[in-house]
């Protein structure tokens, strides 16, 4: 599976969730020499203004990284870096409610991805899901995607690495839609899951 599959799964499934968004694929940045692209933009339309930044991940990604540490450099740089140059911009909104900026660290759901996330869970998992850029409320979100299939149908989905529930847990397996891609990757991953010796 490739970047480009998630990122049509991501468009198709923000096209059809709001109406008449802004959306740029490999958005660049650029903040005094520090430089970067972002994989998507999104930005919903006035008045609940959002902002999405999604970094995507797929198996010739994880392959060619050195390890978590450097996936999580590239998705801290965007958080610090995006808003900085004069290209974008993020505005404080009075009785928002909800975050203003949504940013993501999609994993696509295949057996290399599941080893890799599972291999780093701990450094994944501490990736703390609120904060504030600019004064703006905003939430991080590590996952992997399920139903890329259902993305025009705005049902693309995500299994939460940095949430309530450890990558690792039974609580989590259950969480995964049954026959999905990401099922079939743990299934055939070299990984151990709570109550589950043999997955």
Do not use: W
Request: with cysteine.
């Amino acid at each position: 599976m490739r970047e480009d599959e998630l990122a049509t799964a991501v468009v198709e499934h923000v096209e059809a969730a709001f109406e008449e968004p802004e959306i740029r694929l490999e958005e660049p940045y650029n903040h005094y020499g520090t430089r970067g692209v972002v994989d998507v933009y999104a930005r919903t339309p006035p008045p609940e203004r959002v902002t999405y930044l999604a970094e995507l991940k797929a198996d010739p990604a994880v392959r060619m990284a050195s390890g978590a540490n450097e996936i999580l450099r590239q998705y801290r740089r965007v958080e610090r870096y995006f808003f900085r140059d004069d290209a974008h911009d993020l505005r404080t909104r009075l009785g928002r409610d909800g975050p203003g900026l949504r940013l993501l660290l999609l994993f696509a759901p295949t057996v290399r991805c599941v080893e890799h996330v599972f291999e780093h869970r701990s450094l994944y998992a501490s990736i703390d899901p609120e904060l504030s850029v600019d004064g703006v409320p905003a939430a991080r979100k590590v996952a992997f995607l399920v139903n890329l299939g259902d993305a025009p149908d705005c049902g693309l989905g995500f299994c939460s690495v940095n949430g309530d529930v450890s990558v690792g847990s039974a609580a989590f397996r259950e969480a995964v839609p049954g026959e999905s891609r990401l099922a079939e990757a743990l299934a055939a991953a070299d990984v151990d899951i709570d109550g589950d010796a043999d997955a």
